[in-house]
Nanobody, 122 residues
């Protein structure tokens, strides 16, 4: 199971750290964070290759968000800095065994956590 946490309300320019805990046997190649804003389709945010730690980001978050993993704790974090109102969404952690290019496509993720709400507002 994947368990996401860390969402909340933050002012524009603020920071939040999301965490995704992996319980049970993990067999994914990539762990990702994806988000869905009200009235919009789910979109890719960031991903990390479990072995090797290579990272991938959507252009909209590059330079502001950082994805990292902790093999010991079996968790993947998303540090979000410089938050903007357009970052408001439900954030999901998910895993995929696809090829590298698949990390950018939400439908390629096969295992999902329950989501955590991030609201950026003054």
């Amino acid at each position: 199971q994947l368990q996401a946490s860390g969402g909340g309300l933050v002012q524009p320019g603020g920071s939040l750290r999301l965490s995704c805990a992996v319980s049970g046997r993990f067999s994914g190649t990539f762990m990702g964070w994806l988000r869905q804003a009200p009235g919009k389709e789910r979109e890719f945010v960031a991903a990390i290759r479990w072995i090797g730690g290579y990272t991938y980001y959507a252009d909209s978050v590059k330079g502001r968000f950082t994805i990292s993993k902790d093999n010991t704790r079996k968790s993947v974090d998303l540090q979000m800095n410089g938050l903007k109102p357009e970052d408001t969404a439900i954030y999901y952690c998910a895993s995929t065994n696809g090829v590298t290019s698949s990390v950018y496509t939400p439908t390629m993720y096969t295992r999902w956590g329950q989501g955590t709400l991030v609201t950026v507002s003054s």
